[in-house]
C-alpha cells in the first residue's frame, strides 16, 4: 500500500515565523498535492506537483510556496505565517491519470497563535 | 467558479436506511472523473469509488453506488444498507483532463447514522 508521510501530526507556531510542513511518498508517484481543510469549505488545493522542481498553483495559493527537490518529498512553506492560516493540511500523491486516485496523509492540524 | 458543489451540510439516517448524498459539478471538458472520499473521525481519507465521464454504467463498490446522470451534471453516492459505521464526512471530488492532474474537491456532507 501507499504510505505518505506528514512529519507532524500538530503544529503550534507564532505569527510571522516561516514554517515547513514536510511529506514523503513511498510510491514513486509523479503528482503530489497540499490541500488545506477548513468546516464548511471542504478541502481546498494550495499547490500541486506533477514531476521535480515542478509546480502548479492551485485554487489557494497566497501565502504558501512550495518546493520538490526529489520524487518522493514535497514541502509546503508558509513564509509567515499567519493566523488565518491556522488550518488541517493534507498531502496528498497519485499516479498520473484521469482515475488515479489520491492517497492521503494522516493530515498536520497547524495553529498559529 | 465552485466546480463541485454539496448541497447538503448535514445529514441524518437511520441505520440500516438507504442514503443518497448530492454532488453537482461544473465542466466543459468531456472527459472527466469523479471521485468520492469518506473522512471518519479519525481524519484519515479513504478512496470510496471513481466513475469516468465515459463509463457507460454506473459505478458500484460493495454498498456504495454512484447515481451518475451525465446531463444533470449530477454524481450522487448511495449508501445502502447504513452502518454507525458510515457516520463520517463525505467528498465528492472531480479531475478533468485538461486540468493539469489536480483534483477539487466541494464542501462536503456530515452523515450522522442513528441506532
Known amino acids: 500500500d501507499v504510505k505518505v508521510t506528514q512529519s507532524s501530526r500538530y503544529l503550534v507556531k507564532r505569527t510571522g515565523e516561516k514554517v515547513f510542513l514536510e511529506c514523503v511518498q513511498d510510491?514513486?508517484?509523479?503528482?503530489m498535492f497540499w490541500y488545506r481543510q477548513d468546516p464548511g469549505l471542504g478541502l481546498r488545493l494550495i499547490y500541486f506537483?506533477?514531476?521535480?522542481?515542478?509546480?502548479e498553483k492551485g485554487d489557494i495559493p497566497e501565502g504558501y510556496s512550495v518546493s520538490r527537490e526529489k520524487k518522493e518529498r514535497f514541502s509546503l512553506i508558509l513564509e509567515s505565517a499567519s493566523t488565518n492560516q491556522t488550518s488541517m493540511y493534507l498531502c496528498?500523491?497519485?499516479?498520473?491519470?484521469?482515475?488515479?486516485?489520491?492517497?492521503f496523509g494522516s493530515g498536520t492540524q497547524l495553529s498559529v497563535l | 467558479a465552485q466546480k463541485i458543489t454539496q448541497t447538503q451540510p448535514g445529514m441524518f439516517v437511520q441505520e440500516k436506511e438507504a442514503v443518497t448524498l448530492d454532488c453537482t459539478y461544473d465542466?466543459?471538458?468531456?472527459?472527466?472523473?469523479l471521485f468520492w472520499y469518506k473522512q471518519p473521525s479519525s481524519g484519515e481519507m479513504i478512496f470510496l469509488i471513481y466513475?469516468?465521464?465515459?463509463?457507460?454504467q454506473n459505478a458500484t463498490e460493495g454498498r456504495y453506488s454512484l447515481n451518475f446522470q451525465k446531463a444533470r451534471k449530477s454524481a450522487n453516492l448511495v449508501i445502502s444498507a447504513s452502518q454507525l459505521g458510515d457516520s463520517a464526512m463525505y467528498f465528492c471530488?472531480?479531475?478533468?483532463?485538461?486540468?493539469?492532474?489536480?483534483?477539487?474537491f466541494g464542501q462536503g456532507t456530515r452523515l450522522t447514522i442513528n441506532p
Open positions: 496528498a500523491s497519485s499516479r498520473t491519470g484521469l482515475n488515479e486516485k489520491l492517497f
Open positions: 510510491m514513486d508517484h509523479e503528482n
Open positions: 506537483s506533477y514531476d521535480v522542481k515542478m509546480k
Open positions: 465542466t466543459s471538458d468531456p472527459s472527466y472523473g
Open positions: 466513475q469516468g465521464s465515459y463509463d457507460q
Open positions: 471530488a472531480m479531475r478533468e483532463i485538461q486540468g493539469a492532474q489536480k483534483l477539487v
